[in-house]
Structure formats: C-alpha cells, structure tokens
C-alpha cells in the first residue's frame, strides 16, 4: 500500500474499476489440473494476470526423521515467488513474507487435510508463483485445494480463499495491482465449503461495519471460485457412464 498520485482514480463514478469490474467482482479464473507428471497431484491456475502453478507429492514417508509425527501426517507449505514474477527482480529464496504466506497457508488446509490417516509421513505442497498482481496467496491456495484433490489426499471439503480491499474508500472484491498498491486496506479471507474461516489477515485500517460488508463481499466470491473448484475437478474424475459400462 503506497501513496496514491493525486490524478488517479480507481474507481469511475460509474461504479467501474480499472480492469472493468464492479465492486462485487472477481477476475476472470482458468485452471488446468493435474499438469505435473512427477507431482502425485498439481495445479496450473490464473487469476487475472497471476499465474501460478503447485505441485503435491505425499502421503510419503517424512525425512528428516525426527520431522515426523507418531500420530499424524506433517503438512508442510512451501510458497514461492518466482524472480522473475514481479516488477522488480524477487531475491531467490525465502523471506519473511514467504515464510508468512507459507504458514498462514498451511494453517487454512489443517482444519481441512485428513492428516491423523497417515501416520509418520509428510504431505508436501509446493507454490511457484510464476506471474504475480496481487492475491497471489489466495490464488495459490484455491490452486493447492485442487492439487491436493487430484493428489487423492483425504479432506473434509475444498478451501476457497479471496480477499476484499478498500479503494477510493468503496468496499471492493479481490483487488488486483493497482488497488492493492494505492488502495486503502487489503483482506485476505480463506474458508471452507462450510463458511468456516480459516485465514484471515489484514493490511491497512478498516472499520468493523467495512469489515462486515468487505465479509460478506468474500462469502459471494468464495461461492463462485468452489463451483470453478468444483467443476474442474468434476471434469477430471467423473467417469461418463457410457465408459464405464463399456469396460465391465
Ligand atoms: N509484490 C512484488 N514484490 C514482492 C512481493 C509482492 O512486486 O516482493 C507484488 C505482487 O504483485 C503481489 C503484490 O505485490 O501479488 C501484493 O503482495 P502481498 O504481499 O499483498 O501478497 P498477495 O496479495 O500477492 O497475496
């Protein structure tokens, strides 16, 4: 969040942003499953202009050894950003910000993940930001809840994650660069098929009432993106009855 030039107006009098969106909108999503051979499940998704692609690999036995856990499997979240993702340069490796995005991240799939059904193994799910504009954390768990579905790893349920901002001081959903570098408050929500909330963060000041609204905001982009979930992984592992028949 920086300051803003004096001339630039966010959002028309119309009620339109920059990209052409109304306030309660999301960016235009497309998603490929299962485009990594190696990964037991993968994830090409993007976002507006953020591309990103996550690899699954797990259940597999946890090394280091002491990593492990007698009753559970152990999660482990590996965000990363591309050097060549961002304007300027990223510096290779972790950062604070990275090691945040991770931990926040894994902490919204815990809730979700079957983990207690395997015992001393790791579950690991790897993030490459590829083309970063803004809620790339959000885009990469809506991409890790389908890679981890096509993995085949026990959930209760998909996690959907989009975030609500405040810009030109309207309440609007899902900001892209713009909005996030000069709006006024970036919210980061992730959730489960339930509603459950499972992250949740804040950049900026908001009142409770913005809150509420910029809440119920994410509750309607969460909806459509788990029927996009839904309808990718749908697409995947349906088999047409015709099929089936055929080979019995
Ligand atoms: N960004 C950047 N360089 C960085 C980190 C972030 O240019 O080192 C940009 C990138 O486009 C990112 C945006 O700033 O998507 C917002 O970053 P933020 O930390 O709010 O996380 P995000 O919204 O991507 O989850």
């Known amino acids: 969040m920086s300051n803003k030039p004096e001339n630039l107006t966010l959002i028309t009098d119309d009620g339109l942003r920059l990209d052409g969106r109304r306030a309660d909108e999301i960016r235009p999503m497309k998603i490929e499953v299962g485009v990594l051979s190696r990964a037991d499940g ?3 998704l993007e976002w507006g202009r953020n591309k990103i692609l996550v690899g699954v690999f797990g259940p597999r036995e946890a090394h280091p050894r002491r990593s492990q856990r007698a009753d559970s499997a152990v999660i482990r979240y590996r965000y990363n950003m ?3 993702s961002v304007e300027d340069r990223a510096r290779p490796g972790p950062s604070r910000r990275s090691i945040e995005i991770s931990k926040v991240s894994r902490e919204a799939f815990e809730p979700v993940i079957m983990a207690e059904l395997f015992p001393k193994t790791a579950i690991d799910i790897f993030v490459e930001v590829l083309q970063a504009d803004a809620g790339t954390r959000t885009a990469a768990i809506n991409a890790s ?3 981890l579905a096509d993995a085949g790893i026990p959930m209760k349920g998909l996690i959907t994650s989009c975030a609500f901002g405040k810009v030109d001081g309207k309440i609007v959903l899902d900001l892209n660069k713009e909005e996030d570098n000069y709006g006024e408050a970036d919210f980061p929500v992730a959730m489960t098929q339930d509603g459950e909330i499972t992250l949740i963060q804040m950049d900026g000041n908001l ?4 809150i509420k609204q910029g809440l119920e905001l994410v509750k309607k982009g969460c909806k459509e993106i788990l029927e996009i979930q839904q309808a990718v992984l749908r697409k995947k592992f349906e088999t047409p009855v015709e099929e089936v028949s055929e080979e019995a």
Request: net charge negative; proline share 8%; aromatic share 16%.
């Open 42 to 44: 993968s994830c090409y």
């Open 82 to 84: 591309a050097s060549f």
């Open 145 to 147: 809840s389908i890679a």
């Open 207 to 210: 009142t409770p009432d913005e």
